[in-house]
Each structure stands twice: as C-alpha cells, then as structure tokens.
C-alpha cells in the first residue's frame, strides 16, 4: 500500500497522507514561502522533518485536531533607526501554516516533536494493531 500518491500538478505536490499545504496570513492564503518537509516512515512510526532556520522552537505551534495535525509560526519583527530627526520603523511578519491529514495507524496521544539546528521534527507513533506483524508460522494439527 502506497502511503504517498505523488501528484505532478501544482500547488499540490503531495496528497493522501500529507492532504493539502496551506499558507495562510490572516486566515487568507499567501505567496509567502512554506518550509519544505521530509517525511519518513518506518515499521513503527511516521516522522516529519520541517526545514525551518532562524526560528526558534518557542516560534512553532503544533495542534492535533480529529485526524488533521497543524504545524504554524508567526514571527513579527520590528526595526527602528533615528537619524537627527528622520525616525525609520520597519514591521515585518514571517508566518506560516502546513496542515496534514494523519492516517488512523497513528497513536495521536503520543506525538512529540523536537527542534534542533534550523529543523523541527516530529514523531509520529504508529499504534500497536497497525505495526506489522513478525513472521510465524502455524502448525497444522
């Protein structure tokens, strides 16, 4: 079974487990950059690995909602400089929202996440009835 159907249109690139990306600036979308992300699976769980340099971890909200996981970061900026009597005061707001659509293999309580050198991971946990099964074979009586 596949777990990523592999689209050649944009802007969708990914769909199935990762469902639609979304950049959102005040619940409108935008042509602001979205971090790329890496998604990995082994027999045991899912992982996710968002390419996200300059933030800091304090910058990222993660929120599970039924089967959907949202990752968003909003950082606002400010930036004045006085010259004699010119005053220059610059806002700038970086801010992104990916959301995507966990299968129901994952054990959503016990998603974690860490960041370290410009990248967040995230682990998900497959549950214990969808991890595979080690080879036996049953004796015939």
Same mark, same amino acid.
């Given at each position: 079974?596949?777990?990523?159907? !592999?689209?050649?249109?944009?802007?969708?690139?990914?769909?199935?487990?990762?469902?639609?990306?979304?950049?959102?600036?005040?619940?409108?979308?935008?042509?602001?950059?979205?971090?790329?992300?890496?998604?990995?699976?082994?027999?045991?769980?899912?992982?996710?690995?968002?390419?996200?340099?300059?933030?800091?971890?304090?910058?990222?909200?993660?929120?599970?909602?039924?089967?959907?996981?949202?990752?968003?970061?909003?950082?606002?900026?400010?930036?004045?400089?006085?010259?004699?009597? +010119?005053?220059?005061?610059?806002?700038?707001?970086?801010?992104?929202?990916?959301?995507?659509?966990?299968?129901?293999? !994952?054990?959503?309580?016990?998603?974690?996440?860490? +960041?370290?050198?410009?990248?967040?991971? !995230?682990?998900?946990?497959?549950?214990?009835?969808?991890?595979?099964?080690?080879?036996?074979?049953?004796?015939?009586?």
């Amino acid at each position: 079974m596949a777990l990523i159907r !592999v689209n050649n249109t944009l802007p969708s690139l990914m769909e199935g487990f990762l469902g639609r990306d979304f950049n959102q600036v005040f619940g409108t979308e935008s042509t602001h950059a979205v971090p790329a992300v890496n998604v990995f699976e082994t027999k045991d769980s899912f992982r996710l690995e968002v390419a996200a340099p300059g933030l800091k971890k304090e910058d990222f909200k993660l929120n599970i909602d039924r089967n959907q996981l949202t990752i968003s970061s909003e950082v606002a900026n400010t930036t004045d400089e006085t010259e004699g009597k +010119y005053v220059r005061k610059e806002f700038s707001f970086q801010t992104f929202q990916r959301r995507f659509t966990l299968p129901q293999t !994952v054990d959503t309580d016990k998603i974690s996440a860490s +960041y370290t050198n410009g990248v967040l991971s !995230v682990s998900l946990p497959k549950r214990e009835e969808a991890k595979p099964k080690p080879f036996r074979q049953i004796e015939i009586s």
